[in-house]
């Protein structure tokens, strides 16, 4: 499985951004995608995921309401719809496969990253 994602950048605080993972490879569709981001001295921390058994999706709670995860028809695709976009969610964003959840410690392959800046 490979995972590529896209679609980072600057934004200014209350604007929207939308990420791609474009994953590969997939064997089995008892897997999810789940987005993590990491800010600089944090931890990684869980965002939204998918299964792409069920659909079933899955959100952290910081993010709740704001951040929408949805996929593609072939379930191969995730995207991370990101709204009123605050300073504080300036990190790099990561997405990753694996069991379906926000669990990171459950995730198999992880992308190489994208930067969201959050700035006036």
């Known amino acids: 499985v490979q995972l590529v994602e896209s679609g980072g950048g600057l934004v200014q605080p209350g604007g929207s951004l939308r990420l791609t993972c474009v994953g590969s490879g997939f064997t089995t569709d008892r897997s999810g995608i789940t987005w993590f981001r990491k800010a600089p001295g944090k931890d990684y921390e869980a965002l939204a995921g998918?299964?792409?058994?069920?659909?079933?999706?899955y959100y952290g709670d910081t993010v709740k309401g704001r951040f929408f995860i949805s996929s593609d028809n072939g379930k191969d695709t995730a995207y991370l719809q990101m709204n009123n976009l605050k300073p504080e969610d300036t990190a790099t964003y990561y997405c990753?496969?694996?069991?379906?959840?926000?669990?990171?410690?459950?995730?198999?392959?992880w992308g190489k990253g994208v930067v969201v800046t959050v700035s006036p």
């Open positions: 998918f299964s792409r058994k069920d659909d079933s999706t």
């Open positions: 990753a496969s694996g069991w379906p959840g926000l669990d990171p410690y459950q995730m198999d392959v």
